[in-house]
């Protein structure tokens, strides 16, 4: 994730270049490293680089980095023509090249030509069966055709191989997510909180999935990681906030005629609740009597 300091960063550079300041490859760096997607802009300063004989012999072996880069962005932009030439430098200076062969599968991406695009791909993983970037190529294509039971299909084999990349566990989380199937969006969020423990947004995602899911166990866990957002957080999260107020009402509804030790203690909801009202007193004041009357009818 790009951090506030980046993004300030990355759009006071973008602003000098859009004014004529220069710096253009140095912002291009910067997109690069930062792996954001500013396609309209790389295009229009990559192209003024490659198109300026001068300027592209300035830059060495990194003339080859910002051919990629530009392609990329033209078929985001749809200049396949652009992505086209592109590819075709890269390709004479790189005959034998598996990365150039990943550009000429997204390229027939770009033109829809899936049944091309797959071949190529297969034919890469043939030679590296762990090449990731291809992996993820076909998760992206079977999305990009409608074909979600695919993209499940080929991230869980992914993930067979991969186990520790947070990015493609997360996505399988918000397919299932997508599809109502809550039960296998939990088994996601677990491997992500027991590979990075300390991120607010799993305990979050996690609590929600359990909160949905219903059920007297889900609740009081879902509670539980609620809590522990608050926590990571330092008691800045709202829907968290607001999660443990909505569990504790819910546990109380099913928690009726049962023993004792199945129900709350009222200190957290309550401290949530005091904690919530104070956060809409700053920064909401004129929706604080919806929020009094919603609590209300959670009986907290």
């Known amino acids: 994730m790009v951090s506030k300091t980046?993004?300030?960063?990355?759009?006071?550079?973008?602003?000098?270049?859009d004014n004529g300041g220069g710096g253009a490859w140095e912002y291009l760096c910067l997109v690069r490293k930062l792996k954001v997607r500013r396609s309209e802009k790389v295009l229009k300063y990559?192209?003024?680089?490659?198109?300026?004989?001068?300027k592209r012999s300035a830059l060495g072996p990194e003339e080859w980095t910002l051919y990629e880069q530009v392609a990329i962005a033209a078929m985001d932009c749809q200049c396949l023509n652009v992505a086209k030439d592109c590819k075709k430098a890269l390709l004479k200076k790189f005959p034998e090249s598996k990365r150039v062969g990943r550009l000429e599968g997204m390229l027939l991406e770009a033109k829809g030509l899936w049944a091309e695009a797959e071949k190529v791909y297969s034919s890469l993983l043939e030679d590296n069966p762990l090449d990731q970037v291809i992996h993820k190529r076909k998760v992206a294509?079977?999305?990009?055709?409608g074909n979600i039971s695919g993209a499940i299909?080929?991230?869980n084999k992914y993930l067979e191989i991969f186990m520790a990349d947070h990015d493609a566990w997360r996505e399988l989380a918000e397919i299932y997510v997508s599809l109502q199937m809550y039960k296998q969006a939990a088994f996601c969020y677990e491997e992500l909180i027991l590979s990075q423990p300390t991120v607010p947004?799993?305990?979050l995602a996690y609590a929600d999935v359990l909160y949905t899911l219903g059920?007297?166990?889900?609740?009081?866990t879902s509670k539980k990681y609620y809590a522990s957002t608050i926590d990571l957080t330092g008691g800045k999260n709202t829907r968290a906030l607001l999660g443990v107020c909505l569990c504790t009402s819910a546990i109380g509804q099913v928690s009726k005629g049962r023993n004792k030790e199945d129900k709350e203690s009222p200190e957290l909801q309550s401290l949530a609740a005091k904690a919530l009202e104070k956060e809409y007193?700053?920064?909401a004041d004129d929706k604080l009597g919806l929020l009094t009357?919603?609590?209300r009818s959670l009986k907290i």
Do not use: C, F, W
């Not at 990559?46 to 001068?54: Q, W």
């Not at 059920?215 to 009081?220: A, C, F, K, P, T």
């Open 46 to 54: 990559g192209l003024s680089i490659l198109n300026d004989p001068k």
């Open 293 to 295: 009357s919603a609590l």
């Open 215 to 220: 059920g007297l166990e889900n609740l009081q």
């Open 6 to 17: 980046e993004e300030t960063q990355l759009n006071r550079l973008e602003n000098q270049v």
């Open 153 to 155: 299909e080929s991230l």
């Open 141 to 145: 294509m079977a999305k990009a055709q």
């Open 281 to 283: 007193r700053q920064k």
């Open 201 to 203: 947004l799993y305990h």
